[in-house]
């Protein structure tokens, strides 16, 4: 039986370069540095969305345990970290292609001042971690009421006057 197969003329650079950024990433942290002051290999994606009351935060983390997830905020500073464990069920042979990424991860954003820090939750939900950061009562916009017309009268005022 014969099989048919696409011709794709630049899968073949994909692939190379699929190789090298594996081979950097592989030299750069085998540099003798300190993991934890380098960049992470596996950054989960992450979407961040305000609105009028809460600042939101949407992590992908598939795969990931929630007791593997700790999510600290100190100092208008939210650091999310996390580790995705490689399954032990499979023996490594059997493998043919592994493209999913597995390791720890940090990400750390900078929360603006409006943020109330006593009030961050956060919600872990079909590998989606949600943090809400709601903001503070003072940064919430006002709504400000303009009246128009006669509810608004300019009263002048008279000079007395002299008596002779």
């Given at each position: ?8 003329p630049f899968r073949e650079f ?59 905020l100190e100092n208008n500073t ?28 940090t990400r750390t954003f900078t ?54």
């Open positions: 039986m014969t099989v048919l197969t696409r011709w794709e994909s692939t190379l370069q699929d190789r090298m950024n594996r081979l950097f990433r592989e030299s750069y942290n085998e540099g003798g540095r300190d993991e934890s002051l380098t960049a992470s290999s596996f950054a989960p994606a992450v979407d961040v969305y305000e609105d009028e009351h809460n600042v939101t935060l949407k992590i992908e983390a598939p795969g990931i345990n929630e007791k593997d997830l700790d999510i600290q939210l650091t999310v970290r996390g580790e995705r464990k490689i399954e032990k069920d499979e023996k490594e042979e059997n493998y043919r292609r592994v493209e999913r990424q597995y390791g720890s991860f929360l603006p001042p409006t943020v109330e820090g006593e009030k961050v939750s956060a919600n872990y939900d079909k590998g989606v971690l949600k943090i809400t950061l709601p903001k503070k009562a003072e940064a919430k916009p006002k709504q400000i009421k303009v009246n128009i017309g006669s509810d608004n009268k300019i009263v002048e005022a008279k000079a007395p006057s002299k008596a002779a």
